[in-house]
């Protein structure tokens, strides 16, 4: 069992910047793929930012050029830095990852963006 756990959000002026952290209970490298998606008050779910098989990274195209996802295996540990926040930006934020066939997800943290 892979447990996720987020950290790192709060409320913050519009221009400011974050940096979540999700730390995983096993290796990360023994993931496919692992990131970030959000979720705002009455919409779906959306993919933020993701490494996938190989590494690769995709963003979404809101976030190219602002957000940047970067990891630390040794410590087992995602990271999403968040910089030039727009209120738009404003949601849940989840950590996901897939593994094989099972895919984990943390609880969540909140991020606030005011104008």
């Known amino acids: 069992q892979v447990h996720l756990v987020e950290s790192g959000g709060g409320l913050v002026q519009a221009g400011g910047s974050l940096r979540l952290s999700c730390a995983a209970s096993?290796?990360?490298?023994?993931?496919?793929?692992m990131g970030w998606y959000r979720q705002a008050p009455g919409k779906q779910r959306e993919l933020v930012a993701i490494?996938?098989?190989?590494?690769?990274?995709n963003y979404a195209n809101s976030v190219k050029g602002r957000f940047t996802i970067s990891r630390d295996n040794a410590k087992n540990t995602v990271y999403l830095q968040m910089n030039s926040l727009k209120p738009e930006d404003t949601a849940v934020y989840y950590c996901n990852a897939v593994q094989v066939v099972f895919e984990y997800w943390g609880q969540g943290t909140q991020v606030t963006v005011s104008s």
């Open positions: 096993g290796s990360t490298s023994s993931f496919m793929s």
């Open positions: 490494f996938s098989t190989g590494g690769s990274t």
